[in-house]
Every structure is written in structure tokens, then in C-alpha cells.
């Protein structure tokens, strides 16, 4: 069975419309934009893990424990610091978690790593590399996204590079990395709108606030230290997401 979110053929070219939307260079999403034209009801949020940024000698247990928790779309491995060697030996039995139970494999920034591993795709940040070359190294089926800080002109460039979702964020503050982008919810309203591309939003998201960016219009919530640090442990975490969500 294929991870649940690829989505296997090519996504349509964006029309020209909304390349003039962007050239209207607004400070931030007009108001009622996507009240004004959102046609369709919009699927559920899911829930995008990432791993922390080091990873203790339990952690392949505390991963089986978050996803069999409940649904989850996809794990990210992002590991700083260590050699693709260290990161390739680290992957392999997580790689094997996430494939028995259906949940998308996704390397952080190295595309070559992701050919090497076999994973199911990869995550590139703006200085990763271009999404073609990741298509072109990983095939037609990989599941490719980008890092779009607050920006509307990269996620349209990402998404005419063929890129599978685009990531915006940080949405609040956050410990588990250092960022220097704040994204407005308003953001995955107006893709949402113009864009058939799924979106995720990351940074400082937890369950109290995810519900809120779900409804923004998030496709994925992605979160590491909200369930990683939870004090009650991963499943607990994850349980409470879930519930965020499904409301």
C-alpha cells in the first residue's frame, strides 16, 4: 500500500490568475478573500511528525508508540549535525516502523540521502536544492515539499517546480529550531483557495492550537517538540492532537 498523502500524477500548472494575485505585492491576505471564494468543504486536517533534532537509544519505541496512537500521514527524519552515514543508520529501523504501518517515510534536506534510503520522499528547505532535480533523482511517485516560510511567491514557485506540498511557517514560537519567519494564519486560507497543492503548517503548534490553524487551512499539522516533550509521553500527545483535530 502506498503512504496515504502521495498523490502520484502531476499537479496542474497554476493559472495565470494567480500569478497576478501575487504581483499585487499586499502586505498580507485581503480580508474576506477566502470567504468570499471557498467553493468546497476541505478534508480534516492530519497530523505530520517530526523527529527531534537527536535521538536517544529508545526512540524507535517511543515512535511505534506514537503512531500506533492513532492516524498519522507522514514522519519526518531531521536529525543536525550527524554524516548521511549516521542519519542513513539511524533511518533504517524507523524506515521499517513507518512502513508496517502505512505512514510516509520523509528525509530533511538531503534529496541523495532519500535515493539512498529508499524513502518515500523528501523535505527541502530554500537552500535544498530545486524540487525538478528531487523529481527527477527520486521519480514520479516521491512525495517532495518545500519550506515557504510566510511567503506566497515561494510557495507559487515551489508549486510550479512541482513540488507535492508546500510548508508555511512558524505559526508561534518555538524551541525546536531557529527561525526568523512568522506566518499569518491567514496564509493557508488564500492557498487553500488558489491552489490544489496541500499545505503544512509548522512551528510551535500543540494541541490547544491546532484546531485553530486546521481551520486557517492547513492539509497537515506538522509537530515535533509538542509531541516529543510531552510530559504524558508520545501516544498522549498524539491522542490529544487528534482530538484538537477532530473538532
Not at 474576506?32 to 529508545?58: N, T
Request: hydrophobic share 45%.
Amino acid at each position: 500500500m502506498p503512504p496515504p498523502f502521495l498523490f502520484g500524477l502531476p499537479l496542474p500548472r497554476f493559472p495565470a490568475y494567480i500569478a497576478r494575485m501575487d504581483d499585487l505585492d499586499l502586505p498580507e491576505v485581503p480580508e474576506g478573500f477566502v470567504e468570499r471564494f471557498a467553493q468546497e468543504p476541505r478534508d480534516p486536517a492530519e497530523l505530520y511528525l517530526i523527529s527531534p533534532p537527536e535521538l536517544d537509544a529508545g526512540f524507535a519505541d517511543r515512535l511505534k508508540a506514537a503512531l500506533d496512537a492513532g492516524p498519522v500521514a507522514a514522519f519526518q527524519l531531521r536529525l543536525k549535525g550527524p554524516d548521511d552515514h549516521a542519519i542513513a543508520r539511524a533511518a533504517e529501523p524507523l524506515q521499517t516502523i513507518c512502513a508496517d504501518r502505512d505512514v510516509a517515510f520523509i528525509i530533511n534536506d538531503s534529496m541523495a540521502l532519500a535515493k539512498r534510503l529508499g524513502a518515500d520522499g523528501v523535505h527541502l528547505g530554500q537552500s535544498d536544492g530545486d524540487p525538478r532535480e528531487a523529481r527527477e533523482l527520486l521519480g514520479r511517485e516521491a512525495q517532495i515539499g518545500v519550506t515557504c516560510h510566510n511567503s506566497r511567491h515561494l510557495a507559487m514557485e515551489a508549486g510550479e517546480a512541482g513540488a507535492d506540498y508546500v510548508a508555511f511557517g512558524a505559526f508561534y514560537p518555538t524551541a525546536t529550531k531557529d527561525v526568523s519567519h512568522r506566518a499569518d494564519p491567514a496564509i493557508l486560507g488564500w492557498w487553500s483557495v488558489v491552489s490544489p497543492i496541500p499545505s503544512v503548517a509548522i512551528g510551535g503548534i500543540t494541541a490547544a492550537t491546532a484546531a485553530e490553524i486546521a481551520k486557517a487551512g492547513a492539509d497537515f499539522i506538522a509537530v515535533s517538540g509538542a509531541i516529543w516533550n510531552d510530559p504524558k509521553g508520545e501516544a498522549a500527545a498524539v491522542w490529544a492532537f487528534l482530538e484538537a483535530l477532530a473538532r
